[in-house]
Nanobody
Framework: VQLQASGGGLVQSGGSLRLSCAAS????????LGWFRQAPGKRREFVAG???????????YYSDSVKGRFTVSTDNAKNTLYLQMNSLKPEDTAVYYC?????????????????WGQGTQVTVSS
């Protein structure tokens, strides 16, 4: 599966952005999907993820640093993953990546994700 992230930009503290990640090659409903970010000089870190269950449908999970401010969602008809980011803070500044994992379980580990988009820059000014 190929992933293409977009939607980054410059925003003031407290503002909002919505990132998109278009997937091609295969329907992504069988994957664990995730958003990660990497700030200069720091390791890539998990931000938010989506898994699917036959019993409960889609399930989302978040890092503590973004819980309550960010929302991850999908549009399966468009094969697109989104990340709505509200109440942005300067510490949210990073390159954001979307990723897909061939896994049935939720995971936050970078090494578990098999496919990566190219990244989109998000800059939050104070």
């Amino acid at each position: 599966v190929q992933l293409q992230a977009s939607g980054g930009g410059l925003v003031q503290s407290g503002g909002s952005l919505r990132l998109s990640c278009a997937a091609s090659g295969r329907p992504f409903s069988g994957y664990v999907l995730g958003w990660f970010r990497q700030a200069p000089g720091k390791r890539r870190e998990f931000v938010a993820g989506v898994t699917w269950s036959t019993w409960s449908g889609s399930n989302t999970y978040y890092s503590d640093s973004v819980k309550g401010r960010f929302t991850v969602s999908t549009d399966n008809a468009k094969n697109t993953l989104y990340l709505q980011m509200n109440s942005l803070k300067p510490e949210d500044t990073a390159v954001y990546y979307c990723a897909a994992a061939l896994s049935i379980a939720s995971t936050t580990a970078v090494a578990d994700f098999d496919y990566w988009g190219q990244g989109t820059q998000v800059t939050v000014s104070s």
